[in-house]
């Protein structure tokens, strides 16, 4: 079982930045792919970014690029999602996903977290 937390949520302005971490309980992190996705209201959950095991592969959502950042930290069980830019569309309950998978593309089917709040304003 991994049990994953984020924290980071807030409110920001458009143009302004916030910094999403997700804590992951298991002894094993360096064994799972990490991810972002995120969920607007009356909207479905959508992928926003990726990063292998080793933190050697990402891939994003062409919306995000050159805005959003994720990134890994094995030695402390987290990964992290720098967000720069904000726009109003961004604004969504944002999750983390944990699986097993070697193919940086794949669908996750695994742990998820519970979510932490993104609000921009314009």
């Known amino acids: 079982q991994v049990q994953l937390v984020e924290s980071g949520g807030g409110l920001v302005q458009a143009g302004g930045s916030l910094r999403l971490s997700c804590a992951a309980s298991?002894?094993?992190?360096?064994?799972?792919?990490m991810g972002w996705f995120r969920q607007a209201p009356g909207k479905e959950r959508e992928f926003v970014a990726v990063?292998?095991?080793?933190?050697?592969?990402?891939y994003y959502r062409d919306s995000v690029k050159g805005r959003f950042t994720i990134s890994r930290d094995n030695a402390k069980n987290t990964v992290y999602l720098q967000m720069n830019s904000l726009k109003p569309e961004d604004t969504a309950v944002y999750y983390c996903?944990?699986?097993?998978?070697?193919?940086?593309?794949?669908?996750?089917?695994?742990?998820w977290g519970q979510g932490t709040q993104v609000t921009v304003s314009s």
């Open positions: 996903a944990a699986d097993r998978s070697n193919l940086i593309r794949a669908a996750f089917s695994g742990y």
């Open positions: 298991t002894g094993t992190f360096s064994m799972f792919r």
């Open positions: 990063i292998s095991q080793s933190g050697s592969s990402t």
